[in-house]
């Protein structure tokens, strides 16, 4: 377990439980990242190096990464991929009114983006703020990723938070007439990403944050959520890799009471991405829905896609929801390892988790890890994992009625991933996603 | 229009015989009832007819207007105009009732070389349809069959009917789990669609059902083939004394 308290780094000794060749690995990593000149989140790095320096880079063996191998996050550097300059681009969120920032490989991009002012929200950037000196998000910079050390290590989170150069800091004291949308984009072959946002929603404000595009050869993302009383954050992120990826995704959030934390993720291929969430619900009321669409083809190099969800029930009358869909075929692996927590006094909890896997072949897995801690006796929690294939009644049905085979089977993934959809809220923007997926199906006929 | 000659047929998975030489010719316009007691056969052949995996045709032949059925895949045999009316309709979560809908007839048109209905025509045809059979447009909005009632689905079987315009329809059971009102509407339905050449097999239970969608020729099923064919009088027949006489007569 992770030491949460903050030391001096001089206190700190360079070695992994004692393993010199951890050890070794960690500073081979280290050595091979460019450190930005850090501002006002100069100690909340160096808190961070410390804590990364005491627990190491997760190793294969590690009970928290037991079915996703660490090794290409813990490389020095990532593999090389080509950069297709038409590549990744997701149409999905085009023809919306909406804020665009764009990032390549992990830096903001001003001259491609949005201007930044928009009524109700205050938007800089990482890089700009370290520049500048001091910043409202000191006091979370690195706070809330810290909360989410305990109980379990994630190096990779600390990780990112001692080196990202840049990301959005971002103030919602409205409701903003519009989304904003963080555009990723490549840039270099080799570019090694990690950016952190912190997105601080005030009471009673809202806002929608939509993610898309990829960055990087390798990347590590950071979205630190603070959700003061009654605040309110949707969160939709689509990450449609169309060229092999190695990907690290990290959401943590407080959500204070009557607070709405929605997010949810469509995955659409990639190579072997890892998302983690750690939710802490504080505040009385508080509602968290996490939610995952992943189809996956293994053809596309391997396939390997897992999701870490930690939520946290500290207050009363909590909601949490973990919805999580994985449509699997030629060999590739799906994971899940989620956990609701309810603390002493967290009464009237009601936590639901679902994951499920639809294997569309024999030589694709589904690897899962439900799990339930509770502390307080007035709860209703319940979990779910399943794994299976396509209906045949329902396959017969529809082609009874004159549906191509290949055409009901794209019906039948839609239907599996309904669920998932519906966490999305907009309406026009979950046909929008609904309608993207089926025509992805169609013409691509092989997932 | 449907020829079913010596039709010997087995599950897949193990050495059981269902049919066991069927034969039976529903010409074009004519409407057809299979009665029979439970396990005789009667939904394995509307599934062998209609291409349901799990089965094994180890002989014999069923044509539809003199082409080979058995060799074609389900959405094929549709879109050569056969129907089949599920007794029990399936639930497609996810999946709207009218999206599935205009798929399938647009899939069973372009298999048909014929063009396509836009989506306004297919509205204006799907709305007229549902009215005639009392499906709200808040029904044709939902998911396939999801939450619908016993007697909700049998309609939308119906509908899926009226749609697509077979020539041969098939029906289930499709009397099973529903009350006089909704035997009325499903019936009013079949009878709706009854023309010189499209033509019925309608598998039932119960002589009930026989007397809203009245049969040009009852056959009486038993132990995998046709023990005997005769009028609507044979129906009732078998509603008065059961199935005792006809099948020691048999014997």
């Given at each position: 377990m992770s030491d949460t308290a903050v030391k001096p780094i001089?206190?700190?000794?360079?070695?992994v439980s004692g393993n010199p060749k951890a050890a070794s690995a960690l500073e081979d990593r280290l050595a091979a990242i460019t450190m930005p000149d850090a501002g006002f989140s100069a100690d909340a790095r160096a808190d961070a190096m410390a804590r990364l320096r005491a627990m190491g880079l997760p190793a294969p063996r590690d009970e928290y990464w037991r079915y996703t191998d660490p090794r290409a996050f813990n490389a020095?550097?990532?593999?090389?991929l080509r950069f297709?300059?038409?590549?990744?681009?997701?149409?999905?969120?085009?023809g919306r009114d909406k804020l665009t920032l764009v990032f390549v490989d992990g830096a903001f991009d001003e001259a491609a983006?949005?201007?930044?002012?928009?009524?109700g929200i205050e938007i800089t950037t990482l890089a700009k703020a370290d520049a500048a000196?001091?910043?409202?998000?000191a006091d979370l910079y690195g706070q809330l990723e810290l909360a989410g050390q305990?109980?379990?290590?994630?190096p990779f989170a600390a990780l990112n938070t001692a080196v990202a150069h840049d990301g959005l800091l971002i103030r919602v004291t409205g409701k903003p007439s519009k989304p904003v949308h963080v555009l990723y984009r490549r840039g270099a072959d080799d570019a090694d990403a990690v950016w952190h946002h912190v997105i601080r929603v005030e009471a009673g404000a809202e806002m929608t944050l939509l993610e898309s595009g990829m960055a990087g050869a390798r990347s590590n993302g950071m979205l630190e959520v603070d959700l003061a009383d009654g605040a309110k954050l949707h969160h939709i992120a689509a990450k449609r890799a169309v060229d092999p990826k190695v990907g690290l995704s990290h959401i943590f959030a407080r959500v204070g009471a009557e607070a709405q934390l929605k997010s949810f993720t469509l995955a659409v291929n990639g190579t072997l991405m890892r998302n983690e969430g750690a939710i802490d619900m504080?505040?009385?009321?508080a509602v968290a829905h996490i939610a995952a669409a992943v189809l996956g083809d293994g053809d596309n190099g391997s396939f390997h896609h897992d999701d870490t969800v930690f939520i946290t029930?500290?207050?009363?009358r909590g909601e949490s929801r973990q919805v999580f869909k994985k449509v699997l075929k030629n060999g590739a692996t799906g994971v899940f390892q989620g956990k609701i927590l309810v603390k002493p006094g967290a009464q009237k909890t009601d936590g639901y988790q679902i994951s499920q896997a639809l294997l569309l072949d024999e030589n694709s897995q589904f690897l899962a890890k439900p799990e339930l801690e509770i502390y307080a006796d007035d709860v209703k929690c319940s979990h779910g994992s399943t794994t299976g294939a396509i209906d045949e009644e329902a396959l017969f049905y529809l082609r009874s009625r004159g549906v191509p085979h290949d055409r009901a089977i794209v019906f039948l993934v839609l239907s599996f991933l309904a669920d998932a959809l519906s966490?999305?809220?907009?309406d026009d923007l979950r046909d929008d996603i609904n309608d993207r997926l089926e025509a992805w199906l169609t013409t691509r006929p092989q997932i | 229009m449907l020829k079913i000659n010596n039709l010997h047929v087995k599950l897949e998975e193990e050495?059981?015989?269902?049919?066991?030489g069927l034969s039976l010719e529903v010409p074009a316009g004519e409407v057809h009832a299979i009665m029979g007691p439970n396990g005789s056969g009667k939904s394995t052949l509307s599934y062998v007819l209609s291409g349901r995996d799990g089965?094994?045709?180890t002989d014999g032949e069923a044509t539809l207007d003199g082409e080979d059925?058995?060799?074609?895949d389900p959405e094929v045999r549709a879109a050569a105009g056969l129907f089949l009316a599920f007794q029990y309709p399936v639930e497609i979560p996810g999946v709207g009732n009218m999206t599935f809908l205009r798929t399938a007839v647009n899939a069973q048109r372009k298999a048909r070389g014929e063009v396509e209905l836009t989506a306004g025509e297919f509205l204006k045809e799907v709305r007229a349809k549902a009215a005639e059979l009392q499906i709200s447009p808040e029904m044709l909005k939902r998911?396939?069959?999801?939450?619908?009632s016993g007697g909700e689905k049998k309609r939308n079987e119906i509908l899926q009917m009226a749609m697509l315009q077979p020539r041969m329809c098939i029906m289930d059971e499709?009397?099973?789990?529903?009350?006089v009102d909704a035997m009325r509407l499903v019936s009013e339905g079949v009878n709706a669609l009854r023309s010189p050449d499209r033509s019925f097999l309608v598998i039932t239970h119960y002589q009930r059902l026989l007397d809203h969608i009245k049969p040009d020729v009852v056959h009486i099923m038993s132990n995998g083939r046709i023990i005997k064919s005769g009028g609507p009088e044979l129906a009732l027949e078998v509603e008065h004394n059961g199935y005792g006489d006809l099948l020691a007569e048999a014997d």
């Open positions: 001089n206190e700190v000794t360079p070695q020095p550097r990532p593999a090389a297709d300059a038409n590549g990744a681009e997701s149409p999905l969120f085009t983006s949005d201007d930044l002012s928009l009524e000196g001091d910043h409202w998000s305990t109980p379990v290590k994630r504080v505040g009385d009321d029930h500290g207050a009363q966490e999305v809220e907009d | 050495d059981k015989q269902i049919l066991k089965y094994e045709v059925l058995l060799d074609m998911p396939v069959n999801v939450g619908f499709t009397d099973s789990g529903l009350d």
